[in-house]
């Protein structure tokens, strides 16, 4: 429920201060750039798979905005992590990963249980392409 705050009691809790505050985030989510590498590789292997087998002139440009879509969306995220001021957690390595797994909301998860939790769709997005080339490649066009 909202409630009516005045100037005054506004001003007696407020903080203020000369120069304003760096706050520290971290925006890595704890996993390694490998992981999302093997996403965008699946992603972008899924499309030449499908570009290998039904490319004609009209799906050229549909294809070109899906690649631009999975790049341009995986290296926003990219440049969000390297950002400064106030991220200073590089990506952890694949090692440290391994080592140290993920905290989430559910619990701790090893790094091969976060990986699959990771890698689940665009994996199986990958092979739903592979089985759509091999029913192809079987029933002919």
């Keep these: ?3 009516h705050v005045t100037q005054a009691d506004l ?3 407020a903080l203020v201060a000369d120069a304003p505050v760096q706050t520290r985030v971290n925006r890595t989510f ?6 999302y590498a093997l ?3 699946c992603y972008l292997g899924f499309l030449v798979v499908m570009s290998a087998l039904f490319m004609n002139a009209e799906l050229v440009l549909p294809m070109a905005a899906f690649v631009v879509s999975i790049v341009g969306g995986f290296g926003l995220g ?5 950002m400064k001021p106030g991220n200073d957690n590089p ?3 694949m090692g ?3 080592s140290r797994g993920i ?13 699959a939790q990771v890698l689940i769709l665009p994996v199986l997005i990958l092979a739903w392409g592979l089985a759509i080339a091999v029913i192809y490649a079987v029933v002919g066009h």
Excluded: D, H, N, Y
Excluded at 30 to 35: D, N, T
Excluded at 78 to 82: C, H, I, Q, R
């Design 11 to 13: 001003a007696a809790k």
């Design 39 to 41: 996403t965008v590789a």
């Design 96 to 98: 440290q990963f391994a």
């Design 91 to 93: 990506t952890l390595s």
């Design 30 to 35: 704890e996993l390694p750039a490998g992981l």
């Design 103 to 115: 905290q989430t909301l559910s619990g701790r998860l090893t790094a091969a249980e976060a990986s």
């Design 1 to 3: 429920m909202s409630r």
């Design 78 to 82: 990219w440049k969000w992590v390297a």
